[in-house]
């Protein structure tokens, strides 16, 4: 059998109109939200304010991997695009696509993004997330919570998420 080459079907013309609607050769024009929208249209969009998305983007910028081949993508479009896209609540890939989109970044390059952007922040959890760890002070929260609605033993919440105080049983040796 002889190997027939693709563009024997169709004109060379036909191709190449076909081959440029790949998203890899469609030009992006990159979109910072920042210089945009002003602060309730970007509240309204993001979830939050342009001074506290900046913020954000002081703390995690250091630890966002930079692409030095022309096509680098500025930390602040990074931290709009993972925030746009955790601020919306529908199925994941057309949010990220929805994102991409309104930023000028490809589906891919967003999920990417959006993981780049929360391992950066959870780096910097320690800065913000600390739990009691002295017998005094989970005694102390404790009382607080137990205080505000009558939570027992409880010494943080997360998330609504209510974190029960556990206690270490001493291990017996044989």
Same mark, same amino acid.
């Given at each position: 059998m002889d190997i027939i080459d693709f563009l024997d079907f169709i004109d060379e013309e036909d191709f190449y109109y076909v081959d440029s609607f790949r998203d890899n050769l469609i030009p992006r024009v990159r979109? !910072?939200?920042?210089? #945009?929208?002003?602060?309730? !249209?970007? #509240?309204k969009k993001y979830r939050f304010s342009k001074d506290f998305a900046n913020k954000i983007v002081d703390l995690v910028k250091e630890d966002l991997p930079s692409d030095r081949r022309g096509g680098a993508i500025h930390p602040q479009i990074q931290v709009a695009c993972a925030l746009r896209c955790w601020a919306r609540h529908q199925i994941f890939l057309q949010i990220q696509d929805d994102s991409g989109d309104m930023h000028g970044i490809s589906q891919q390059a967003v999920s990417k993004i959006c993981r780049n952007v929360a391992e950066a922040l959870a780096k910097k959890a320690h800065l913000f997330i600390s739990m009691p760890s002295f017998l005094e002070e989970q005694q102390g929260t404790i009382r607080g919570f137990r205080s505000i609605c009558g939570f027992p033993t409880v010494i943080g919440a997360i998330d609504c998420t209510h974190i029960r105080r556990t206690q270490r049983k001493a291990s017996k040796k044989k």
């Open positions: 979109i !910072n939200p920042f210089e #945009r929208y002003d602060d309730a !249209n970007f #509240r």
